[in-house]
């Protein structure tokens, strides 16, 4: 990609790793990024107790995260087939998964669609867009395994949230913009929010 997407879709799943998302949604809010955001059910669940947001609700929820992150959205349900992005004619520049579920993974590896995520991942990929999925599960059966690569071989980028501590992290904050800042480099952003490795401090 020779520039980083103007706009993107980031949608926000059930498995672990809200303070992922609400961090990446903040960052690129903050880049000028047209985004649109889609919370599945169990995504909601999740972000209010990560977050510790103290709301219930899609709505309540929804308003919540965005209001931790600084940001501004287009909100779509994840039951929205008509949302424009669903089509490949009014779809973003990028797509992000963060975090993304292994139920979500298979969907998309499989190109099977039941949620507006599922979707906007079959369309990225059949659109050549780029996707960036963030996978949070551990261990990884050979199923798990499985779906990565066929997502990798479609067009995928897979970017496990696996905090490197070459940069010498002292805080959670620390550890999780090293994920999202490897996020953002694949997304092809020039990102600072962790130090590259460089060799060692002399």
């Known amino acids: 990609m020779n520039k980083p997407p103007a706009s993107l879709f980031v949608g926000v799943t059930g498995a672990s790793g809200a303070p992922y998302a609400v ?4 960052v690129l809010a903050q880049a000028g990024c047209e985004l649109t955001l889609c919370l599945s059910e169990a995504g909601v669940a999740v972000a209010a107790h990560e977050l510790e947001l103290g709301v219930s609700g899609r709505a309540e929820v929804t308003a919540a995260f965005l209001a931790a992150a600084g940001a501004e959205a287009r909100v779509y349900a994840p039951d929205d087939l008509e949302a424009p992005v669903a089509s490949g004619s009014n779809f973003p520049d990028a797509a992000v998964v963060c975090p993304c579920s292994m139920s979500t993974l298979a969907h998309i590896a499989l190109g099977t669609t039941r949620t507006l995520i599922h979707r906007a991942g079959d369309v990225a990929l059949k659109e050549g867009r780029p996707l960036v999925l963030v996978p949070r599960e551990t261990p990884l059966s050979e199923i798990h395994l499985a779906r990565l690569l066929e997502a990798r071989r479609a067009g995928a980028t ?35 929010l962790s130090r590259p490795w460089e060799g060692p401090r002399r």
């Open 23 to 26: 961090r990446l949604v903040q």
């Open 158 to 192: 897979i970017v496990a949230p696996m905090p490197g501590f070459y940069a010498l992290p002292r805080t959670l904050d620390d550890v999780v913009d090293f994920v999202v800042g490897k996020v953002l480099a694949a997304l092809g952003f020039e990102q600072r």
